[in-house]
């Protein structure tokens, strides 16, 4: 039996800090916000710092800003680093006001595997829509299930055509909760 998978995102709530696009050296805001949520290997250059846009308590686990970028405690990327040291590339920043270590996760990996008949529901970008850069990629995946047979050996993932959702292995998903992560919530897939 394949093993089971997680999709991890934010669990937010009131009192906790809501954090920005990463800034590059110069403060100015990434060019592209989303190539941290591509599920491939990054070029990372220079030293990136996260605002933090409404300050409030931190988390061990949070998205910033527009592109939803994960940003980890230095606890839960060692425990990433440990498990799934082939899916995921950290990159130090720095959380202005915080002298905590933080890093953002790239998931390396991107898997076609999202399986339509058993999701909720799948909705596909239609020539009618005028996207043709999206064209044939999901444009709503609701109740994602995956077909676990077409994940392979990787244990944290982007799924293809849907990369906002970050899939975790069921003992990543152990780990982090072992280790009393906060702001993190998991949705089976």
């Known amino acids: 039996m394949p093993p089971r998978f997680f999709e991890l995102a934010e669990n937010v ?3 906790y800090w809501y954090l920005g696009d990463p800034l590059d050296e110069r403060g100015q805001e990434v060019e592209d916000p989303w190539v941290y949520t591509t599920g491939r290997p990054i070029r990372a250059e220079g030293h990136l710092t996260i605002p933090i846009d409404e300050p409030g308590r931190p988390l061990d686990f949070s998205t910033a800003g527009v592109g939803a970028t994960p940003i980890v405690h230095v606890r839960v990327a060692s425990i990433f ?3 799934a ?3 995921v590339q950290l990159i130090p920043v720095d959380l202005k006001g915080h002298p905590d270590q933080y890093l953002i996760l790239v998931a390396t990996k ?3 595997c999202i399986d339509d008949k058993a999701s909720r529901e799948v909705l596909y970008w239609k020539p009618e829509d005028e996207r043709p850069d999206k064209l044939g990629k999901y444009r709503s995946v609701a109740g994602m299930r995956i077909d676990r047979t077409k994940v392979g050996g990787a244990k944290v993932f982007r799924t293809w055509g849907w990369d906002v959702a970050l899939i975790v292995s069921e003992d ?4 982090l909760e072992r280790a009393k992560l ?3 919530k998991f949705t089976e897939v």
């Open 13 to 15: 709530r009131a009192g």
């Open 81 to 83: 680093a440990e498990l």
């Open 85 to 87: 040291p082939n899916d």
């Open 110 to 112: 991107l898997v076609r």
């Open 172 to 175: 990543i998903k152990a780990a």
């Open 182 to 184: 906060t702001g993190a």
